[in-house]
């Protein structure tokens, strides 16, 4: 096991007033946070090729081999010449056209002062040349270009060398996850490989001895499993390679072994069910018995019953410790706290440190009412009225009403120390960014 290992044990013995049946959050999420810190550092890289980058984590920073742009060059198509070719206080520049380059030539003649060059977006700029003029502002009479002086300044229309990048400058930042932007970057500076976070293995699976699959028959009293298909979305949309576990019984035996099986192929492993006080919610009590889980319920809703904590794997590694997130059985409970919890552990334990979630303020259309002592996560939705942007929370607030997480835009936040909203109140709202 690796030397800057933290067990939960000593994440937890630094917590003040820590009471595992209502800890906040804010707490939880602090303690998932310092859980996941090791596996970031840790964990090895890989090479891929550019066209397989986007959405995974940068390795290492990325360092320009090159001037971006290479030279300087046109930023538009025009008339490049020298500024001191203008006429005084003259009103009216003539310039003679000697030649007329495009991205890729060079010019062939030296420019003097009074002459220009035809020049195309992303030519290289003549030596002599440091101003551009639009094409459409210039008119052509017998081989000379004619325009008005006071619409162009000195150094107008041209990109410098090392405007955008500069050799041997950082252009992306270790940890970045890497986007559609960032692949043309990268592309700009020659490079068709880079070094990315090793992908992480996540195993899943729901507990019950009432789940069936799609395409079974639904037998009286039972139900069909929803929250490993949910999951399964989520995690296809991550940079990690993924294990289907399926449907465990009720049984802590069967439970067990499923665990100590996945704990030995995965990092982390993330269930459905079985986590609140029933009698035949074993979750939390086979967790115990075979790793460690130190809390079990966060005063939130939806998502109180959840549980964290970690299972020793039976090989011998380095990072000897798949961590698990025991979600709740409520399928919308299952969405909140994987988007809560798990999404930033996740990103966190690829690399991604920086990860947060796309979280901004808007006004409550309606007042809402809240107990005090628990975040809320109230589904929502965006209307604009009069030029202004609202949220509005769905009217059915049920934990396993699937359809108005497929119908919501948004989370709306409702702090833990808050009590009422009044309308037009500000409150922070987590906008979904394509895995709800």
């Known amino acids: 096991m690796s030397d ?30 310092e ?118 300044k000195q150094g107008d229309n041209r990109r410098k060398r090392g405007e955008d990048l500069r050799l041997g400058k950082s252009a992306l930042r270790r940890g970045r996850l890497i986007s559609s932007s960032d692949v043309g970057l990268i592309a700009s500076l020659g490079i068709s490989d880079i070094q990315v976070f090793k992908k992480l293995c996540v195993g899943y699976f729901s507990t019950g001895n009432e789940l069936r699959s799609p395409g079974q028959k639904l037998d009286e009293g039972c139900i069909y499993d929803s929250n490993s298909y ?17 449907i465990v019984e009720d049984d802590p035996l069967l439970l067990e072994k499923l ?64 961590i698990l997130f025991g979600l709740p059985g409520n399928p919308v409970a299952v969405m909140v706290t994987f988007f809560i919890f798990v999404l930033p552990a996740i990103q966190r334990m690829c690399g991604n440190i920086t990860f947060s979630h796309n979280k901004i303020q808007l006004p409550l259309h309606t007042s809402v009412k809240k107990k005090k002592g628990r975040t809320e996560f109230r589904r929502g939705n965006l209307i604009r009225l009069n030029d202004e942007i609202y949220v509005e929370p769905q009217e059915n607030q049920g934990s396993g009403i699937l359809r108005s997480m497929s119908e919501a835009d948004c989370l709306i936040i409702l702090e833990h120390d808050a009590e009422n909203y009044e309308a037009g109140e500000n409150v922070d709202v987590l906008i979904f960014d394509g895995l709800h």
């Open 4 to 33: 800057n290992y933290k067990s939960i044990d000593h994440i937890i013995s630094c917590l003040s007033g820590y009471d595992p049946n209502s800890i906040s959050v804010s707490e939880a999420l602090n303690i998932i946070f």
């Open 35 to 152: 859980l996941t810190e090791k596996y970031s550092k840790g964990v090895c890289s890989e090479n891929v090729c550019l066209k397989d980058a986007p959405g995974r984590i940068l390795y290492d920073d990325l360092i320009s081999t090159i001037d971006v742009p290479a030279q300087d060059n046109a930023a538009m198509d025009g008339y490049a010449f020298s500024y001191a070719s203008l006429n005084g206080n003259d009103k009216t520049t003539q310039l003679r056209i000697r030649e007329s380059i495009t991205a890729g030539e060079l010019v062939t003649r030296e420019i003097q002062e009074g002459d220009c060059v035809r020049i195309m977006t992303g030519a290289k700029m003549p030596r002599e040349c440091d101003t551009v003029i639009p094409q459409e502002f210039v008119s052509i009479v017998d081989g000379v270009a004619c325009f008005n002086s006071d619409i162009v």
């Open 230 to 246: 949910t999951i399964s979305a989520m995690l296809e949309r991550l940079p990690v390679n993924v294990l289907d576990f399926g």
């Open 259 to 322: 665990l100590k099986n996945a704990a030995s192929k995965t990092d982390l492993i993330v269930t459905s069910g079985g986590v609140s006080v029933g009698e035949s919610d074993y979750t939390k009590q086979v967790m115990k018995s075979i790793g460690n889980v130190e809390f079990w319920k966060i005063a939130m809703r939806p998502g109180r019953p959840m549980a964290v904590g970690t299972i020793e794997k039976s090989d011998s590694q380095d990072i000897g410790q798949a």
